[in-house]
Structure formats: structure tokens, C-alpha cells
């Protein structure tokens, strides 16, 4: 377990390994959780459990709202998950990524990616189609 944090203490990267070392995927939430290096909430619990059953060895966790190093995303499965809230930040980060496969657990009724929260410990995760 790893966490990263930029200069105002804010969380920008959090990585799981479920299984093995190797990273291969990477979530964007917005303001996904209070996780650190050592415990897990409720969110990256769920997390667990899903990525898990979607096959996945390991992931890195990002914050949609605070800025994060662009090289995170590349070479990697990338799964949306800001919900509603993230909505509008969520829009801007998908028009300046159009070359980027994308997805997600879900889609709520705005289009939004649905957060995994409240979802099945085994969700399918499906791909995320930007209109």
C-alpha cells in the first residue's frame, strides 16, 4: 500500500495490491476517499472487492479534483468513477484525453460514471462510451 500527497497534504495517488505487484489499472474519482498508506475506507474496500472480481492484480487510485501526474494514465486499463459531483471537472478531463479508452462501473442517469460504493462487490466493469 502507497500513498502520495502533493504540497498542500492533499491525497493524489493511492495504490492497492490485491494481488502480485504490478498496477494494471488506474481509477479516477473525484475526492474518492480518506484511504492512506496503512488503512482502508469504506470506498477502497469496495474497490478491492470489485477490482478483484474483474481480474485485476492491483490499481492506483487518483483525485479527479486535485492535479495528479498525467503519466499515471498512460499504458493502463483507465476506469471513471467521479459520480454527479464530479460531473463538469469529469467533462473537461475527458475532452482533453478524446485518444484515451475509458471505463467504468457504471453509468448514472446524467451520463456521469457511476462511483462503486453502493455498487455489487461483483460489478462488471464496461466501457464508457463519450458523446
Known amino acids: ?25 488506474v481509477i479516477i474519482m473525484y475526492n474518492p476517499s ?18 478483484e472480481f474483474n481480474g485485476y492484480n492491483s490499481y492506483e487510485l487518483v483525485n479527479l479534483k486535485v492535479k495528479f501526474d498525467g503519466n ?9 468513477a467521479w459520480g454527479n459531483y464530479g460531473y463538469e471537472k ?11 479508452n475509458f471505463k467504468c462501473f457504471g453509468i448514472n442517469i446524467n451520463g456521469s460514471p457511476k462511483m462503486p460504493t453502493r455498487m455489487s462487490d461483483n460489478t462488471e466493469i464496461i466501457d464508457f462510451i463519450i458523446n
Open 1 to 25: 500500500m502507497e500513498a502520495s500527497y502533493n504540497n498542500q497534504g492533499k491525497r493524489t495517488s493511492l495504490k492497492r495490491y490485491i494481488r502480485g505487484n504490478n498496477t494494471q489499472c
Open 34 to 51: 480518506t484511504a492512506n498508506n496503512l488503512v482502508d475506507d469504506r470506498t477502497v474496500s469496495k474497490l478491492n472487492k470489485i477490482i
Open 72 to 80: 499515471i494514465i498512460n499504458n493502463r486499463d483507465i476506469i471513471i
Open 90 to 100: 469529469g467533462l473537461h478531463f475527458l475532452s482533453q484525453h478524446q485518444d484515451k
